[in-house]
């Protein structure tokens, strides 16, 4: 039965790597393991070591806390707010990645038009 950190912890893998562009097998080699293995971590189905975590961190350019972000607030109110798996959704985390590629001056604009609109809703 897997833990709900490791599966937490698994999830920030995925949405880190997803956000990268990276792929299981990119992430797998930089690690220096099989791209089954980054699944199993992804699924929490396999524990990530503290050492795998760190080498994982600095191939994703996040600092190892990134991975237990958020943790706290899945059982308390925020999570209540946001779907709990919202970053593990595709179609969410190619909105980001999209959000992101947009020109700074741009995506400022676009995120005052979405708090507008959040706010009318």
Do not use: C
């Not at 790597?17 to 393991?33: F, K, N, P, S």
């Not at 929490?44 to 958020?70: K, Q, T, Y």
């Amino acid at each position: 039965m897997t833990h709900p950190v490791d599966v937490h912890v698994g999830k920030k893998v995925r949405q880190r790597r997803w956000l990268t562009g990276m792929t299981q097998q990119q992430l797998a080699e930089q690690v220096g393991i099989k791209f089954q293995q980054i699944q199993k971590y992804e699924t929490g189905a396999n524990r990530v070591s503290a050492s795998r975590l760190w080498d994982i961190a600095d191939a994703l350019d996040v600092p190892v806390s990134f991975f237990f972000e958020g943790l706290e607030a899945e059982e308390g109110e925020l999570a209540s707010k946001v779907p709990a798996d919202l970053m593990g959704d595709k179609e969410a985390l190619d909105l980001i990645r999209s959000y992101y590629a947009i020109p700074e001056n741009q995506r400022r604009r676009l995120f005052e038009l979405a708090r507008v609109l959040s706010d009318v809703a």
